[in-house]
């Protein structure tokens, strides 16, 4: 078998047992701590998705918290806001009723004053009317007796 290209003898069964110790000392060295580092970081990876599912979920309940809290915030502010308008309506109908019923005593009293000038008045008017109409009477009756 010398003139063929390939030949078959002791040096090929040499290079299969040479490829498979090297095949043997690849895996046990190269390619099992290789899988045995992916598989290490695939868990890491699980374990940092299932953290972050975990925290995204608790942030979600804090935000619906913090929502909820300003939703009862709003309600009590409105409450608030509510009972204060009514205070100041009251508080308002309040003082225009003072207010009203001052004015009311005001005009009454100065009803009564010009009332008690308007008697003042007339009584000195009655009496100059008097005086007036007794010298009428003097006068007249002067001239009668002139």
């Known amino acids: ?7 078959i003898d002791w040096t090929l069964i040499v290079q299969a047992v040479n490829f498979l110790v ?3 000392l690849i895996d046990r060295f190269l390619f099992q701590p290789l899988l045995s580092l992916m598989e ?8 940092h998705h299932s953290e972050v599912e975990a925290l995204k979920r608790k942030a ?5 918290e913090v929502e909820e809290l ?6 009590k502010a409105k409450l608030i806001i509510d009972g204060a308008v009514k205070e ?3 508080e308002r109908d309040r003082i225009l009723r003072a207010a009203h019923e001052e004015a009311s005593a005001r005009i009454e009293e100065a009803k009564r004053e010009i009332w008690s000038t308007f008697e003042a008045e007339k009584a000195k008017l009655e009496s100059e009317a008097e005086k007036i109409a007794e010298e009428i009477v003097r006068k007249i009756l002067g001239k009668k007796a002139a």
């Open 88 to 90: 100041a309506k009251v």
């Open 70 to 75: 300003l939703d009862e915030a709003r309600a």
């Open 60 to 64: 979600e309940e804090f935000l619906k």
């Open 22 to 24: 090297f095949m043997v």
């Open 40 to 47: 290490e970081r695939e868990k890491e990876l699980a374990a």
């Open 1 to 7: 078998m010398e003139g063929s290209i390939v030949a």
